[in-house]
């Protein structure tokens, strides 16, 4: 039996583990993070093939030497996800739709920031959203410039005081009642989607964060066939076999808004045919390795 290495405990490990091994994938979890490791010993497992590699650089370093074996995600599609400025402008470039955006490299003066927002022709409100977190962290909405003026100085100040890799950010456009998708993408075909939605309570009360690490629900939706082929073009575009594609929906707009090189499996919302596409892709890259 093949043996996957799941470098996460969560939930998408829990959900994968059975349908994989009636599929005939062995499942096994591969610490990546918090250890105490002796280097000179040898892994006390082995492995044919990893799922994702792991989130954090140097941990993932020292697993990938200890653990010589292929990778579905390797570290360059995490990186390239991550980086979601680097995907705008990729995704730009190829004339995918994306929503209109600014990058900013720290530090910039605030001069320099109401001047490409000016040329890029951004209207008020706008979205703040710094460039490599998850799950909604530190996004705000700026109203006016004020407001983009308080969000950068308070960005400025994190910077200045934690160590972080990445001390850029977004400025964005703002979709008004947009509805928010994730497109699940393996192998280049869409095997499902959720709709990311709030409470109507959340919403009355003025909340528009989708996340549903910040309260929203996922729901298993149909997603409509323009949508599945832009977020198919998206994965192509970025050569990303297992991605999370987030999508928003605003008036006649769909554009991307982010993707994910390591998305949580929703239990029960995609495809009949989802983990027999997850399977054969696991073989297949442990085959051509």
């Given at each position: 039996m093949l043996r996957l290495a799941v470098t996460t405990s969560s939930e998408t490990f829990e959900r994968m583990r059975d349908p994989l091994a009636e599929r005939g994938i062995d499942v096994g979890h591969l610490r990546a993070k918090e250890f105490a490791l002796d280097l000179s010993a040898p892994p006390s497992e082995a492995f044919d093939v990893g799922f994702v590699y792991p989130s954090r650089a140097m941990e993932g370093g020292v697993v990938a030497a200890r653990h010589d074996i292929p990778w579905v995600n390797t570290r360059d599609d995490v990186l390239t996800s991550?980086?979601?400025?680097?995907?705008?402008?990729?995704?730009?470039?190829a004339d995918i739709p994306v929503p209109r955006s600014v990058y900013v490299s720290n530090p910039t003066d605030e001069a320099s920031l109401a001047d490409a927002i000016e040329r890029?022709?951004?209207?008020?409100?706008?979205?703040?959203?710094?460039?490599s977190t998850t799950r909604g962290a530190g996004i705000a909405k700026a109203h006016d410039p004020d407001s983009l003026s308080g969000l950068v100085d308070h960005l400025n100040l994190v910077h200045d005081y934690r160590a972080t890799g990445d001390k850029s950010y977004l400025v964005q456009e703002w979709l008004p009642d947009a509805r928010d998708y994730r497109a699940m993408v393996v192998d280049g075909t869409v095997v499902g989607a959720v709709e990311r939605r709030l409470p109507e309570r959340a919403r009355a009360d003025g909340r528009w964060k989708h996340n549903v690490h910040r309260g929203a629900e996922a729901v298993g939706v149909d997603l409509p066939e323009r949508h599945r082929r832009l977020a198919e073009v998206v994965a192509d575009e970025l050569g990303i076999d297992y991605l999370g594609v987030d999508l928003l929906e605003s008036g006649d707009r769909v554009v991307v808004s982010e993707t994910n090189a390591r998305p949580t499996i929703d239990h029960g919302k995609y495809d009949d045919d989802f983990f027999d596409r997850l399977a054969a892709l696991v073989e297949r890259v442990a085959k051509n390795s």
């Open positions: 991550r980086n979601k400025a680097g995907v705008t402008a990729a995704l730009s470039a890029a022709g951004l209207d008020y409100p706008l979205v703040v959203k710094p460039n």
